[in-house]
């Protein structure tokens, strides 16, 4: 469609000035308007300091207040005060949106028992610093006490990714790991005792896995120089229930060690030891945990089984075994199957074959009754041993 030759070219109207008035209006409009934000600077830099209301100031003035609020936070978490941490937390936040300040917030969520608001402060402290391997380090531990090891592997995972050489992350990575197989190993279990043989070796062929792979993470966070005493201890665990037992003792040891009152060291180094065939210091090491646990019932059970079953006769002592044994059982309220074949086994070793037939009998039934396959195939015949008046 043609243009009308009356209207106004846009180009051309482009170039014509603005009129005189016009020109004159804006040159006054733009002389006021610096002039009144010369003398609002002026005003702001020689006033009194209470009197100063610039944003600068107020921006200066709230950053100032980051550092305070932090530490009051920081301080707060170390006496337990978690509301009084977060809430110095949201104050360090308001005046400084920082990734420390999220993180730390996090964990006073964590301590409330608030998981899913720590993990929403979690995800703003990496958005703020991807780079931040604290955050998955703790963010993953959090998961792994949720009961959500898949997920902790992930946030493992991610610090790995940024921090390759972190021996924490390596041992935090293990541990999930670990969780995974247990949960393997509980598959394995359950199919087993529902004879379903298929099953049963699909989970057998992911424990392995499992294993193998927190084998490789325990043995990664060795060569980045990780060193604590927790982290010798599942070390050792896992050795032990690998059999790789001369390994498995030497970690162990150095738990110990390194931490003399952590019982589960000692316990567990108590039950490689026996495994070695070094009684005595099998017998030292579940005393050292009865020592720092009076009442805990697997070494009580460990403990009288060696004393009822020892190669060396000197260190054998069938009457403390069925005390250690007794103790084991009242512990547990009878109901543990493999404490009452103990008990069974400790009033054999004592000649007091009537009692050791009917606590066996106890242990079957009981094996029965949470049905216990494996267990059942050992206890079995050796209620047949002590209804011939044998022992083993």
Same mark, same amino acid.
């Given at each position: 469609m043609a243009t009308s030759s009356n209207a106004p070219d846009p180009e051309a109207a482009a170039d014509? *000035? *603005?009129?005189?008035?016009?020109?004159?209006?804006l040159l006054v409009a733009l002389l006021v308007s610096g002039a009144a934000y010369v003398a609002d600077e002026w005003t702001q830099l020689y006033?009194?300091?209470? =009197?100063?209301?610039?944003?600068?100031?107020?921006?200066v003035e709230s950053r100032s207040e980051y550092p305070s609020h932090m530490e009051a936070g920081i301080t707060a978490l170390r006496n337990k005060q978690y509301d009084k941490a977060a809430e110095d937390f949201r104050l360090a936040l308001q005046a400084q949106n920082s990734g420390e300040a999220h993180y730390n917030l996090a964990i006073a969520m964590l301590k409330l028992s608030r998981p899913e608001e720590a993990a929403a402060q979690f995800r703003e402290a990496i958005k703020l610093n991807p780079h931040y391997t604290d955050v998955y380090l703790t963010w993953g531990q959090a998961l792994?006490? #949720?009961?959500? *090891?898949d997920e902790a592997a992930h946030a493992f995972h991610e610090a790995l990714r940024i921090s390759p050489n972190? +021996?924490?992350?390596?041992?935090?990575?293990?541990?999930? %790991?670990? #969780? =995974? =197989?247990k949960a393997a190993a509980a598959e394995q279990r359950s199919a087993e005792t529902d004879g379903r043989s298929a099953d049963a070796a699909t989970a057998g062929a992911k424990v392995e896995r499992w294993q193998t792979d927190a084998l490789q993470q325990f043995a990664q966070?060795?060569?980045? +120089?990780?060193?604590?005493?927790?982290?010798?201890?599942?070390? +050792?665990?896992l050795l032990a229930a690998l059999r790789k037992d001369a390994e498995a003792e030497s970690y162990l040891r150095k738990a110990t060690l390194d931490k003399p009152e952590l019982a589960e060291a000692h316990f567990a180094l108590a039950g490689v030891e026996r495994q070695l065939g070094k009684e005595a210091d099998a017998i030292a090491q579940y005393q050292a945990t009865l020592a720092l646990r009076a009442d805990d019932p697997a070494a009580l059970e460990g403990l009288g089984l060696l004393y009822a079953t020892a190669t060396n006769a000197?260190?054998?002592? *069938?009457?403390?075994?069925? $005390?250690?044994? %007794?103790?084991? @059982?009242?512990? %547990?309220?009878? $109901? @543990?199957?493999?404490?009452? !074949? %103990?008990?069974?086994?400790?009033?054999?070793?004592? +000649? !007091?074959?009537?009692?050791?037939q009917n606590w066996e009998q106890q242990a079957i039934h009981r094996a029965e009754q949470i049905r216990d396959v494996p267990l059942l195939r050992e206890l079995r015949p050796r209620a047949t041993l002590f209804n011939q008046h044998k022992t083993e």
């Open positions: 014509i *000035p *603005p009129s005189k008035p016009l020109q004159i209006f006033a009194p300091h209470h =009197e100063r209301p610039d944003r600068l100031h107020r921006l792994l006490d #949720e009961g959500k *090891p972190s +021996g924490a992350a390596h041992f935090d990575l293990a541990l999930a %790991t670990l #969780e =995974e =197989e966070a060795q060569r980045c +120089g990780f060193d604590r005493s927790d982290f010798w201890l599942s070390y +050792g665990r000197d260190l054998r002592s *069938p009457k403390m075994a069925v $005390q250690l044994a %007794t103790r084991a @059982n009242d512990a %547990t309220t009878a $109901q @543990n199957p493999r404490f009452l !074949d %103990t008990l069974a086994r400790c009033y054999a070793a004592d +000649g !007091d074959f009537l009692q050791a």
